[in-house]
């Protein structure tokens, strides 16, 4: 029994000795990267233009700038229209996307209580956002949309004005 007792004893001794051994301390490093805030300017305003219309349509003005229009609406020929388009400032080589409005916005009538509706916005980033160019921390971006315009007695001729919220971030 003793030497059951002695031989238990040792192993525990062995075993205190070596606890020690089993630890280690070790030097962890910190790390953070503070990156410049994104800013973002509007450049211009998104314009469908002066269009002239009988029973209505829609009218889309894409990232590209490209006019479209649908119905009996028609736009001038040598009328201004155009994307919205925004300057975005950040850190270089860094991934930026947009969040675009997912229902519609309205335009309001300067002149009597009539509005109409802009829906389906689009972007030319790509949909996976866009890196900030290293050479300046710039990024310009255009923004699209289509525009629903009634007949002459829900939308009367003049002139209509809205906002739209674009989101803009880092990815």
């Known amino acids: 029994m003793n030497k059951i007792l002695l031989s238990v004893l040792i192993l525990f001794l062995i075993g205190l000795s070596q606890a020690g051994k089993a630890q280690k301390a070790v030097v962890g490093k910190i ?59 950040g850190s270089p080589n860094y991934m930026v996307t947009v969040t675009l409005p997912q229902g519609t916005s309205k335009l309001h009538s300067t002149t009597v209580s009539q509005e109409l509706t802009v829906t389906d916005f689009t972007t030319d980033l790509p949909p996976g956002g866009e890196m900030i160019p290293q050479a300046n921390g710039k990024l310009s971006v255009a923004i699209g949309a289509t525009l629903y315009i009634g007949n002459q007695l829900t939308n009367i001729a ?14």
């Open 31 to 89: 790390k953070t990267e503070i990156v410049i805030p994104l800013s973002v300017e509007e450049t211009e305003s998104l314009d469908f233009g002066k269009l002239i219309y009988i029973e209505g349509g829609r009218v889309t003005v894409s990232p590209r700038g490209e006019r479209l229009t649908t119905g009996s609406l028609r736009g001038f020929n040598n009328d201004y229209f155009g994307t919205g388009r925004f300057l975005i400032t």
């Open 158 to 171: 003049g002139v209509y004005y809205g906002n739209y919220e674009v989101v803009f971030a880092y990815n």
